[in-house]
């Protein structure tokens, strides 16, 4: 059985104090994941507008944001245009490079494409893409290989932009099997690596998950001969959270589930069926996700 684990790294301190966190335990226990940054500005702290949402605030609530994520986190660029993550901490993306991780875009302006990628057209699309593209290719000295939607933001005037720039593959959506999104006028799209587990803040506090029994639930969730894989946040399993995730880490050793960058998962596929996203719900996420279409939504 194995496990594919992505690494999402939305915020300054993140970069800052998760990533290197996570770089010396994953070398630790010897294991390559996919790592997709941020690169432009950060200003998440601008969701703080989404408490008047009943849903967001109950979610802020159950996960004890304050504590999970740090104020700084929740109030940079409230106030002021936050820091450039790329221009300030490409050292440290490089570092992850450098170290056999996977690289992949994961945007530009996270907060700007949660909240308004819905309402863009081609060419805002086209241009988000193309700094973050920039951006991360000056970084690494070339071109990113994958990219990730932020909160699995995405619809199908995205993947046809996406296509365009020189992406194995895309990891945008909720789903269960490596596929290839076909377009309406049947146009194929680059391959799509979904997200099958839930992530840290979409359950704990849910149905008696807790800490200290995390680990043992997530380990429950896995499926053998089934595509497993895993988001974790750089802000959460790197910082506050880095302690527990490294438990779960030691808990896969002992059970013989080896960890594997994404890309590896598209490799190991075969010939991918067809396949289209559309929006749909995932308990304990506030709005709508990109699923891939025929599962069952919650």
């Not at 304050?66 to 440290?92: E, N, V």
């Not at 049947?186 to 149905?207: M, R």
């Not at 059970?255 to 190991?268: D, F, K, Q, T, Y």
Request: with cysteine.
């Amino acid at each position: 059985m194995e496990l594919g684990l992505r690494i999402d790294v939305d915020t300054y301190r993140g970069t800052r104090d998760g990533v290197p966190r996570l770089l010396a335990l994953l070398g630790r226990h010897g294991i390559r994941a996919t790592f997709f940054f941020s690169v432009g500005p950060d200003n998440m702290g601008r969701h703080l507008w989404r408490l008047i949402r009943p849903a967001f605030l109950l979610k802020m609530l159950r996960s004890n944001a304050p504590g999970l994520y740090g104020w700084d986190i929740l109030l940079r660029g409230t106030l002021w245009p936050g820091s450039k993550i790329g221009a300030r901490l490409g050292d440290i993306i490089r570092a992850a490079d450098k170290a056999g991780h996977e690289i992949g875009l994961h945007a530009w302006d996270h907060h700007a494409w949660q909240m308004r990628m819905e309402t863009m057209d081609d060419l805002a699309i086209r241009r988000e893409l193309r700094r973050g593209w920039d951006a991360l290719t000056e970084i690494l000295g070339r071109e990113p290989t994958c990219s990730a939607a932020p909160g699995w933001k995405c619809n199908e005037l995205v993947l046809r932009e996406k296509s365009a720039l020189a992406f194995g593959y895309n990891s945008d959506c909720r789903g269960a099997r490596v596929f290839r999104p076909v377009f309406a006028d049947g146009a194929a799209g680059q391959p799509q690596v979904p997200v099958t587990l839930p992530t840290y803040d979409e359950i704990i506090g849910s149905d008696g998950i807790t800490d200290e029994v995390y680990n043992d639930y997530m380990l429950s969730q896995l499926e053998r001969d089934k595509l497993n894989v895993l988001t974790i946040h750089a802000e959460v399993e790197g910082i506050a959270r880095a302690d527990l995730f490294e438990g779960f880490l030691e808990l896969l050793a002992r059970n013989h589930i080896a960890c594997r960058p994404l890309g590896e998962m598209v490799a190991s596929a075969g010939a991918l069926p067809d396949g289209t996203i559309e929006p749909g719900a995932i308990s304990g996420r506030e709005g709508w996700v990109a699923v891939q279409k025929g599962l069952p939504t919650t």
